[in-house]
Each structure stands twice: as structure tokens, then as C-alpha cells.
């Protein structure tokens, strides 16, 4: 059995403030995440765990024209020398620096299955071998120079790198996506070659602004290309702020087949869209029946992208079923940018594109500096070695006569020819193969040489306008390397235009074209039967409940639907229930007010203009395009306050000059339509006078044409101008009691719906 411990007793005990201690240990774990783990550093744009990986596979001596080794090996020696966590975790970091099709320059060249665009994972590290590629050892390149300041690792038993020395722009040519506590990162990748010149004329002009680089970057460089349909003046703002977006939809053409048919073929997705989720969305969206204009959808793939799209038929606009497609699906993707990074290694910043330019090139020159001072003090301990050799030679005789006879030859050579320790130290090491006789002439050309080098270093560190042309040296080099010559600089993401589209056609394009029966009850329940059905006797409602509205329209109709509230709102058809039970209340579509109540119902045509009037007598013309909302709420047309409400809507059609109105004293009048103004919005104009109640119904026709009402049986009945010259008068008189025949429900019984 083992040994009972027993905890010791406290020696003393401290009261803590419950919520001050957990401030403190939440801003530690927020720090932590977002310095150790979220946000990558504005100097060489990796991680912590992809800045472990690359010198993990530096010390393994896993350069790019080295053998491979597995993927096993580099996850266990990074997790037990530099980074304590889970090895999945490292291992799909590993994975992600190796895909072409995530990482626009990939740091890391994998052999095996490294996981493909379908989605599919990579397999287990122990099936996987890697190398790094010529772009980490760029990153890498100095390092053993004193490029970079070192910290210890997390249990102190070696160094890693705070940063590396970063010789490849990769914080915005490879990008970085993360979430830290409170803040994200968001970096598309871009082509290095335009970055390098943006670069460079950094350095020509170091005040030059965000908008000015543009000029040379363009915009995103996706691995899987892609058309950018973003304009220059949002693209612009995006990069001056460093938060934006970039629309990219999916490369296409047409290939035309026999008899008039084509079919659409895909090369290019956005990116991370995985391939076999996308087909699966489309598969989904025409078994739904929302893809009306789509055939069918097949993969033809091999290694690159051909995803093959089928018209439903010949006839069908492929640019139409192309935006269709755009709307619903991921091949129109919304790419964020977020350039929200660590300054300095400690500070998160929001940067533009020039800061991020900037930081890098600061970078660059602080490394330049640090491995110079390295080399100067080589150089500086090599000369004064290469001093006390040039003194053995002369003296060679003496030195080794002092070498065999004294005990402690050391001091004495030091004394004898005034020598460093360095330099006495250099010459008792001195094997003797050393000693013969070119090597004195090969000692001093060394150190002709050396100090030739010297004097370089010396004027690069005493002048900044030096260090900023080896910087430029370097960038031009980097830019060579990946020119827009070279298969892996060449740009693979383009520009366009977004096409221009009627919304309307482009909203039918997205339901199947079908003539449908809408009624609603006079509760407000509405629903569709199929067809154009025009007995509607048979029709069950609720109990308590009647027809309200019925009319004939299609699946792709939008309805207009005018409330006491003053408020028009918009339905489409296409969402409304079927004919089914009794429908659904038609609140479930729309935010309208539970006091407020159906005043009219119609489908929307466009164009054409309606004459709106409240309880009080008052109204105005207005067009019917701007009666159109886009929201649940509606817009708000007339202006009421209850216990005034909107009461009444009725078209005015072609060659209408004459309105009449009616009240719920039963007083009509008519005047001339010219009389009324055209709004868009607001109260209106006073149409007839009221000692008691307020409006019953409106009407225009054609004076010439007369007057047409009909009863409550439906029989229409028809009055010339001449007979009804004693009701003519101007707005907002008072009228006089109807023609013989009126209906008494004070209603012309016409209606739109």
C-alpha cells in the first residue's frame, strides 16, 4: 500500500479579492492566447507553433535539396524541445504549411498524403515525410548568424528563437487566419514578386501611403485563383484601414456541345472552399428545386479543378444560371481582411498595407545589422589571430624553442613577443602541418582580404542609406526568385467586374416559374393553391373566419400588401405556404403592428402609381416603386397616428384625370386628379371635409369614360360626367349624397387584390 500523504497546513493565509483574481488570470490567459498561439508576428508572419516547426526542421538539418523524414520525427522533436502541446495540433500545422492549395508558397515540401481540396484529411504523421522548401529556408537564412535574439524554451534546457530572421515577405504572401481572446486575424495570401516592388519603392520613398502601393499590389494572390469583383475604391479602403473584404467567385467558360447545348465548366474555386462540400450544396440546392435553371452537376477532376455545370435547358442565359449559382453557393466566397498582428513581437495592431511593408523592411534591416556586427566580430578575432601567426613565422625558431623547453610556454610567448592570450593560444594549437612555407603568403592575403571586408562592414553599419540598399539588394533577390516569370510567382487570381443583372430576373432565376391561386382570409391567413383556380367555394376557414383576398399569380411574384399602419410591405410568393389546412398567419412574413390590419393586397408590377388616403380624408399620389421595402418592417408610405389609420388604396390607371371619394356620411365628391400632389412619402392633402366619421373609399377614372361602381351582387353599373355634374367640385369640399343605385356599404368595389 502506498504512503498516506497528509498537505501541510498553510505557514500563513492570504485573503484574495474573488474577482480581482480572476481578472488577473483571465487578462493571463488572453494575453497568452493572443501572443502565443492566435496572432502571428509582423516580422516574419508565423506563429509561435509554425515559427517551432521551421527550426525544429532546421536543427534535423531538413534542408530543401535534403533527404525526407518523417513527419513522426519533426512533430516529437518540436513537442519535447520547444512546444508543449498536443502533437495533432503541431502535426496539422505541419499539414497546412505543406498543402499548395492553402498555402500560396508553401514552407513546407511533403511527401505522402498531405490531405486535397475535397477536404480530405491528411494521413498520421507516422505515413508522412517532410523537407522544407527554398521559401522557409529564407525565412531561416541568418540564423546562425546572431540574425535573431534568442529566449530559453519552456523548460530552459535550450534556445529558440524569438523571431525568425524573416528574408521572405510571408506575413502578407502567405497570410495568417486566427482567433485570439477578444481580437482575430484575417491575411489573404498575395503574390511575392508585387509585394517586393511595393516593397522597394518603400524604401525609395519611406512616407509613401497604402493607396500608393497599389499600383504594384494589386490585390489577393489565392493558391486556387479565383476572380476578385471587388472595385478599386473598395479594395483601396481596404488596404489603407487593414479591415475589409474581397469578393471572389469561382473561375468559369463555356464549352459548347451538339445541337445548340453547352454546359459550364469550373476551373478556379475560391479559396479554402472544399470541393466536395461545394458539389454536395449544389446536389442539395437542385434536389430542393432552388436551382431552377441548373440541369445537373458532375465532377471531372483529375489534378486540376473541372467541375462540370448542365443547363436545364439550351435556352437557359448561362450568365444568369451562373449568378444564381453565385447567390447560393460558396463559388461566390466573402474573403475578410483583418491585418491584425503583433508589433514588435508584443502588440496587437490593426496595420495597413505599408505599415506591414514597413514592419517587415524594419526587420530586415534590424537582422542586417545584427549579422554584420556578427561578421564584424569574426572577422575582428580572425585578424588578430591571423597577427600572432605572422609573428610565429617570423620568429618561428624562437617560438619553438620556447615551446619545448618551457613548462608553461603560454605566458612566456605572451611576454616574449607581446602577444594577446588569443594570439598565444592560436599558436600553441597551430598543428604542425601549418608550418609550411606558403602558408605565410596565404596568411596574408587572408588577412588583405579580411580587412578589405572590414571596411565594407564598417560602412554599412555607419550609414543608413547603405543598410537600406543591401536591404533593397535582398528584396530584388527574393523578387527574382519569384518572379511573375516563375511557376510559382506567376499571379493566379484575376480581376473583373461583377456583371450587372436585372434583380428581378435574377430572383426568378432562383424559382421555378409557376402559375399559383394566392388567398388570404379577412384574419390574415394567408396561403397558395396551384394553378389559377377560380372557384373557390370549396375553400375551408377557420371558424369566425372568411375569404378576405384572392387572386391570381406566379411563384416568382413579389406581393405588396398596404397596412392601416400606413406601411407597404413586400412577400414573395415563392415563400408563402401551400394550400394545405388553413395557410399560416401572414405576421409569420411580415412585422406588422397587432392593431394594424390588411388594407389592400396586390401583386407588385412596377411603374405604376396609386392614390393613398387615410380615415381623415387626407392623401396623395405616389409611385409604386417607392412603396417597395426590403425588410419585415416595411416602409412607411402614408403618415397616420390612431386613431387616424390608412383606409383606403386605389390605382390610378392610364388617362385617369377625375377622383372620387366618398365618406362614411355617405357625401361623395369628385374633382380633378391634377388637384392631388405625387409623394413619396408624408400626410397628403386634405380630399373632402368631414363634420362627422371620415373616409369610406376612393376611386380615379376617366372623365370621359364616366363613373363605374359595382354592387354588393357584382353587377357594375356605369354613370356619364354630365350625370354626375352635381357632385363636381375641388378638393376637400364637403360632396353631396350619392346617385340613386350607390351601394349603402359606401364602397366602389374595385379592387387590385
Excluded at 466 to 492: I, M, N, S
Excluded at 587 to 606: N, P, T, Y
Aim: with cysteine; charged share 30%; hydrophobic share 40%.
Amino acid at each position: 500500500m502506498g504512503k498516506r500523504l497528509i498537505p501541510p497546513e498553510p505557514a500563513e493565509i492570504h485573503e484574495v479579492q474573488l474577482r480581482e483574481a480572476l481578472e488577473e488570470r483571465y487578462l493571463a490567459y488572453a494575453l497568452s492566447t493572443i501572443m502565443h498561439r492566435a496572432l502571428p508576428d509582423a516580422r516574419d508572419g508565423l506563429k509561435p507553433v509554425h515559427r517551432r516547426i521551421l527550426y525544429g526542421m532546421r536543427l534535423l538539418r531538413l534542408e530543401p535539396g535534403a533527404a525526407f523524414k518523417k513527419s513522426a520525427k519533426i512533430v516529437g522533436d518540436v513537442m519535447g524541445s520547444f512546444h508543449p502541446h498536443g502533437d495533432q495540433s503541431i502535426y496539422d500545422a505541419l499539414v497546412r504549411l505543406a498543402q499548395d492549395f492553402a498555402a500560396r508558397y508553401p514552407l513546407v515540401d511533403g511527401q505522402g498524403n498531405f490531405g486535397n481540396i475535397d477536404g480530405d484529411n491528411a494521413a498520421a504523421y507516422r505515413y508522412t515525410e517532410a523537407r522544407m522548401t527554398d521559401v522557409a529556408r529564407l525565412l531561416l537564412d541568418g540564423i546562425d548568424e546572431d540574425g535573431v535574439a534568442f529566449r530559453a524554451n519552456y523548460d530552459g534546457q535550450s534556445k529558440e528563437p524569438v523571431v525568425l530572421p524573416g528574408g521572405f515577405p510571408n506575413l502578407l504572401a502567405n497570410g495568417a487566419q486566427g482567433i485570439a481572446v477578444g481580437m482575430a486575424t484575417a491575411i489573404p495570401p498575395h503574390n511575392a514578386a508585387e509585394l517586393c516592388d511595393a516593397a522597394l519603392h518603400l524604401i525609395e520613398k519611406p512616407d509613401a501611403k497604402s493607396k500608393a502601393l497599389l499600383k504594384w499590389v494589386k490585390g489577393p494572390d489565392f493558391p486556387t485563383g479565383g476572380v476578385i469583383i471587388d472595385s478599386r475604391e473598395a479594395i483601396a479602403e481596404a488596404y489603407t484601414t487593414g479591415r475589409g473584404a474581397f469578393r471572389t467567385r469561382a473561375k468559369w467558360h463555356q464549352e459548347d456541345g451538339a445541337r445548340g447545348t453547352y454546359s459550364v465548366v469550373i476551373t478556379e474555386i475560391p479559396w479554402l472552399v472544399q470541393k466536395s462540400r461545394l458539389i454536395e450544396k449544389i446536389a442539395d440546392l437542385l434536389n430542393e428545386k432552388k436551382l431552377p435553371l441548373v440541369g445537373d452537376v458532375r465532377d471531372e477532376s483529375a489534378e486540376d479543378i473541372r467541375l462540370v455545370i448542365e443547363p436545364k435547358s439550351r435556352s437557359v442565359d448561362p450568365a444568369l444560371m451562373m449568378e444564381s449559382l453565385f447567390r447560393l453557393t460558396e463559388l461566390e466566397s466573402r474573403i475578410p481582411l483583418n491585418l491584425n498582428v503583433l508589433v514588435g513581437g508584443r502588440i496587437p495592431k490593426v496595420l495597413g498595407l505599408a505599415e506591414a511593408l514597413r514592419e517587415w523592411l524594419d526587420h530586415l534591416r534590424d537582422v542586417l545589422l545584427r549579422r554584420s556586427q556578427y561578421r564584424k566580430a569574426q572577422i575582428e578575432h580572425r585578424l588578430e589571430v591571423l597577427g600572432g601567426y605572422l609573428i610565429a613565422y617570423l620568429n618561428l625558431d624562437k617560438v619553438i624553442k620556447i615551446i619545448r623547453t618551457e613548462d608553461e610556454p603560454k605566458p612566456v610567448l605572451m611576454k616574449a613577443f607581446n602577444l594577446t592570450e588569443i594570439q598565444a593560444e592560436a599558436i600553441l594549437n597551430m598543428r604542425l602541418r601549418s608550418l609550411r612555407k606558403l602558408e605565410e603568403m596565404e596568411i596574408r592575403t587572408e588577412d588583405k582580404n579580411l580587412r578589405a571586408e572590414l571596411k565594407d562592414i564598417n560602412a554599412v553599419l555607419g550609414s543608413e542609406q547603405l543598410q537600406w540598399a543591401k536591404v533593397g539588394e535582398q528584396v530584388r533577390k527574393v523578387r527574382e526568385l519569384f518572379g511573375p516569370k516563375t511557376p510559382l510567382g506567376k499571379r493566379r487570381t484575376s480581376f473583373a467586374d461583377a456583371p450587372e443583372h436585372d434583380l428581378a430576373a435574377i430572383e426568378e432565376a432562383f424559382v421555378e416559374r409557376e402559375p399559383v391561386t394566392v388567398v388570404v382570409s379577412d384574419k390574415g391567413w394567408v396561403r397558395t393553391l396551384k394553378g389559377q383556380v377560380a372557384d373557390l367555394s370549396g375553400l375551408s376557414f377557420k371558424q369566425d373566419d372568411k375569404l378576405g383576398f384572392a387572386f391570381f399569380a406566379e411563384t416568382t411574384s413579389k406581393l405588396l400588401l398596404f397596412a392601416t399602419n400606413g406601411r407597404f410591405y413586400s412577400l414573395d410568393v415563392a415563400k408563402l405556404p401551400g394550400g394545405r389546412g388553413h395557410g399560416e398567419p401572414i405576421r409569420m412574413f411580415i412585422d406588422l403592428d397587432q392593431d394594424a390590419a390588411i388594407v389592400s393586397l396586390f401583386v407588385h408590377s412596377g411603374g405604376r402609381k396609386f392614390l393613398v388616403a387615410s380615415h381623415d380624408g387626407q392623401g396623395f399620389v405616389v409611385n409604386e416603386d417607392d412603396c417597395v421595402g426590403n425588410t419585415r418592417k416595411g416602409k412607411q408610405v402614408l403618415n397616420v397616428e390612431m386613431p387616424n389609420e390608412a383606409r383606403a388604396l386605389t390605382l390610378v390607371g392610364e388617362g385617369a384625370d377625375t377622383v372620387a371619394v366618398i365618406g362614411d356620411n355617405r357625401k361623395m365628391l369628385l374633382f380633378p386628379l391634377d388637384q392631388v400632389p405625387e409623394m413619396a412619402r408624408g400626410r397628403g392633402v386634405r380630399l373632402q371635409k368631414y363634420k362627422d366619421g371620415g373616409l369610406s373609399d376612393i376611386i380615379t377614372f376617366n372623365a370621359k369614360e364616366g363613373l363605374t361602381w359595382r354592387d354588393s351582387a357584382g353587377r357594375e353599373f356605369n354613370v356619364s360626367i354630365k350625370e354626375l355634374a352635381e357632385w363636381r367640385g375641388n378638393r376637400a369640399d364637403a360632396g353631396r349624397l350619392p346617385p340613386k343605385g350607390f351601394p349603402k356599404s359606401n364602397k366602389f368595389g374595385h379592387s387590385l387584390g
